[in-house]
Structure formats: C-alpha cells, structure tokens
C-alpha cells in the first residue's frame, strides 16, 4: 500500500508549474489553486490584482517511494527563476512570486538545504523563494485545471510553458513518466 505524501510549489503561473509536475514519475494528483494571502475562497479575477496576497501555485500528490521530496525541489528550481522577486518572464505581481509552502519539518529543512546548495553553486543572483508553513490551499477555477495539456498550441504555452517542459524532458529524463 502506497503512502502519498502532499508538496506545494508556487513558482509563477501555476499553468507552468503543473505542467511541469504533472510529467513525473511518481506525482498522482495535480491542482492549481491559490496560497499564502489573506481572504478565504479568492477567485482568479481577484488574485490577478494582486491585492489578496495569494500565490498562483499547485498542491501536488507524490509517491516517495518513487520520486524523493529533494527530486522535487530540484525540478521546482530549475524550471522556474527563484531570483526574480514577484515575477516570472512577463508575469509580474505578487501572485507570480517563488513560494514553498512546506507540510511538515522534514519538508522545510529539505527545502533550506537545497536552497542553500543552489545558492552556492547554481545561481549568480540571491535566492528570493519565500519558505513558508502550509497555508489554507484554495483550488483554481475548472478552467485552469490541466491548463497546458488542454491549449498546447495558444501562443502563452508554446512560448512560456513548452520550454519549461523541453528544458524538464532534458535534465530529468530520468523522473519521466511514460507520458511525457
């Protein structure tokens, strides 16, 4: 009997971030919500604001036993910038910001660790991922649920979330699932 385990990722438009997630061996459940702000049940037209203090981010459902809680830090940080402040590419707001929002001690020292390690040997610019306890999770509309697998071919996704998907296909073949 398999014990899933429960990770939260913020790392810009959460399009891009389940799009990502949902190509790995080992994650059972994807779904795009909001973290991290200040009213109960937002909704898309109010977190685009900017005024709730939510994050765009995914509540992921993950084997351990398949794919580590460190594999996932890796792939969070290496298809997304967690140097930018409120901001991926064009998207720029606090909703786009780089959060973790960890369930448990384990989850928070994993993430400082790696954070520490990328910090001194991948990038140039401070590390600005906010590294927080979980926080109420609120799920996105229908219509932003599986989002990239849905409208592959609307220019956002070919231009923002397909090289994100390329670069997650050539750095970690390994964490595929046969899918992706």
């Known amino acids: 009997m398999k014990k899933e385990k429960i990770a939260y990722f913020a790392g810009g438009c959460f399009w891009c971030t389940e799009a990502v997630f949902q190509r790995l061996r080992g994650v059972s459940n994807i779904v795009s919500g909001y973290m991290g ?7 898309y037209r109010e977190v685009c604001t900017g005024r709730t203090g939510h994050a765009e981010g995914i509540r992921l459902t993950y084997d351990p036993s398949v794919i580590t809680y460190k594999n996932l830090l890796y792939v969070f940080f290496s298809t997304h910038d967690p140097t930018t402040l409120n901001r991926q590419g064009n998207d720029v707001g606090t909703q786009y910001r780089s959060a973790i929002f960890y369930v448990d001690e384990e989850q928070q020292l994993m993430a400082q660790s790696v954070m520490e390690e ?20 609120y799920t996105a509309e ?39």
């Open 37 to 43: 702000g200040e009213i109960k049940n937002p909704a």
């Open 118 to 137: 990328l910090a001194s040997t991948t990038f140039d610019d401070p590390i600005v991922t906010e590294l927080l306890p979980e926080m109420p999770f």
């Open 142 to 180: 229908e219509e932003h649920q599986n989002y990239y697998n849905q409208h592959s071919d609307q220019m956002y996704c070919s231009y923002v979330i397909s090289p994100k998907v390329a670069k997650l296909q050539h750095y970690f073949k390994h964490l595929l699932n046969e899918t992706a």
